[in-house]
């Protein structure tokens, strides 16, 4: 199995398949810090200030749009709540694990970036 991280999502109404219960539970340990909340992929990502969560909110941006698939943000001082499901199949896809996995390796990134104090 490749690492989700060098997958792309494969997007369009009738080209995404819809993960059965135990496709989910296989996929889950790959993604250990997001749960499974009312049919959909979520994690907490928290920060120590608000423009490192606006940050996190337009890089995240940027992989949504590159892989055509974008999640709902609940984004507050310090915290951006990220919540995958795919609309185009109604349920889980492999695209919501994809760009799960591609979030937790942005936000690792961002954690050791470290900037000088304006
Ligand atoms: C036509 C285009 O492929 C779809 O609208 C894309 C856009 N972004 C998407 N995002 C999510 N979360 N689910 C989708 O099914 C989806 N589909």
Redesign the pocket.
Known sequence: MTKLTEEACV???GR?HRLAAEEITALLPLVPQWTLENGRLVRLFRFGDYSSTLAFVNASAWI?ENE????ELTVNYGRCQVA??????DGL?R??FICAAKLDQLFEHQQGLTFPPI
């Open positions: 997007t369009g109404p995404v949504s055509n698939h974008h999640p995958y499901s795919t609309h185009d199949c896809s695209n919501d």
